[in-house]
């Protein structure tokens, strides 16, 4: 399937595919020092190497079933990524992810903006019948206005602190998503 070359701006922000040349500032914007929120959220371990993040970064790049974009502030400073992942041509399935680096660039609209384009890139230009993703349950982020509908829940599943928070799995398919953006078009107009 053919990789997109396109480009999303919102607020000063863009959404662009990742490229080669953006590997050290992937690692700089994100991982040299992961935002312990972030790592919390996604469920993502607190230190990696340069090493390991450039060469997975490079990987996926190369990876034939998966997409991946760049969230890039107005000062040209990557502030986070999309990616769709384990893309199934056959099935037409896939799995979504979200990450917003900094503090400073979430709680202003730009992840509800970024899924949006996203699962929409999904649709239209992969073809997909259907977007899943998983969310821990102290995860305030909402993708429900996006379209995704809870589909299962696997309790006390990942560590919160001193306790345990729930697993849930969330997914969205094409005649959903064609109801959610006939619904955002006649909210827009």
């Known amino acids: 399937m053919k990789r ?16 080669k040349e953006d590997a050290e500032n992937y690692y700089r914007a994100g991982f040299e020092r992961l935002d312990p929120e972030l790592a919390r959220l996604t469920g993502s371990k607190e230190r990696y190497s340069r090493d390991e993040v450039i060469s997975f970064f490079l990987a996926c790049l190369d990876d034939p079933d998966r997409r991946d974009f760049l969230l890039v502030d107005p000062a040209g400073r990557i502030a986070g990524e999309c990616v769709i992942n384990e893309i199934d041509w056959d099935a037409r399935c ?54 995704f509908r809870e589909e299962g829940v696997c309790r006390d599943a990942v560590r919160d602190g001193d306790g345990y928070g729930d697993d849930i799995l969330m997914a969205i398919l094409e005649a959903e998503w064609r109801a959610v953006k006939t619904r955002e078009a006649h909210l827009d107009s």
């Open 4 to 19: 997109t070359t396109s480009t999303w701006e919102h607020n000063g922000y863009t959404l662009r595919p990742a490229r």
């Open 94 to 147: 896939a799995n979504f992810r979200i990450g917003i680096f900094r503090p400073e660039d979430r709680g202003q609209g730009l992840g509800t903006w970024a899924v949006r384009v996203t699962r929409d890139l999904a649709f239209e230009a992969l073809g997909l019948h259907r977007l899943a993703l998983n969310v821990f349950s102290f995860n305030p982020r909402a993708y429900l206005a996006a379209g």
